[in-house]
């Protein structure tokens, strides 16, 4: 093999210290950048940080205005001079607080103790709420009548709820949280059952098929495909989840027609009824590194 010498010609991005840096600093928050500018300025004695002269020209600027008041101007009274405190300790604070956070971070909705004149017709922001599925349910449960027991009772089966609606505990287990002494299994099933009429319907099931025939419980008997479709969710669920619609046809005698029109009456059945009070958290996806032409160059940002 015959040494030899190649030049070869290529660009790489070198991190240096100075632009890691740089890029650490951009994506500071302005509360903090100031940190961080106030901790190099203890650390270091040397530097220095210059005013600019506008700040300092309008801190010495007299005030025409005060000299021009009337004496009848300074006598006033003493509410007027508290609402006047009041309001110039407000604006001081919003000023501070504008740089890293925003009206609806710092204010609340209540504006009754204000002192701002609001119109019946002003729409009030109310906040970002969130409730979760129990707590619909205790709101509900406190609505009911319920017993000493019974209600011991329901919060335990309430608390055993997940965010779809399905219990994930069985009847003897929340009778074993419950630790009341003369309470049967009947009377734990009894209460779930009254629990299950909760909003949304079909809550606190043991699985799919009982949270599906109890919604087609509230269907006026009247309904077309009805019985057909209790056929299907008590004898045949299973071969329906793993649709084989060919298998329940030869079992039910049903017209694939006819399967189709049940069909169409169990979809309209909510499989999921906890989803409505508990919809899934969105979940935003931040990439490793951000590239952005800046004047004319292409830029790459490292994403912390």
Sequence with gaps: MKPSLQLKLGQQLAMTPQLQQAIRLLQLSTLDLQQEIQEALDSNPLLDVEESADETSNDDKPNAENKDESPTA?????????????????????????????????????????GIAVDDDMPIYQGETTQSLQDYLVWQL??????ETDRAIALAIIDAVDDYGYLTLSCEEILESVDIEDVELD???AVRKRIQQFDPLG?????????????????????????EAKLVLTHHIDQLGNRDYKLV???????????????????????????KITPDETEYVVPDVSVFKDRGKWVVQINR
Excluded: H
């Excluded at 006033?76 to 604070?93: A, M, R, V, Y």
């Excluded at 406190?142 to 017993?147: E, G, K, S």
């Design 249 to 275: 046809i030869k079992e039910t005698k049903l017209k694939e027609a006819e399967l189709r029109e049940v069909l169409k009456l169990i979809q309209q059945l909510d499989p999921r009824p906890g989803s």
């Design 203 to 227: 809550i606190a099931s043991l699985n799919l098929q009982d949270c599906l025939l109890l919604q087609l419980a509230t269907f006026p008997e009247d309904t077309p495909w009805l019985a």
């Design 142 to 147: 406190d609505l009911t009548p319920f017993t």
């Design 74 to 114: 300074e006598i006033t009274s003493e509410p007027e001079l508290k609402d006047s405190s009041d309001q110039i300790e407000k604006s001081e604070i919003s000023n501070e607080l504008e740089m890293d956070t925003t009206w609806d971070d710092v204010y609340s909705a209540n504006t009754g103790n204000t």
């Design 187 to 189: 009377e734990v099933e």
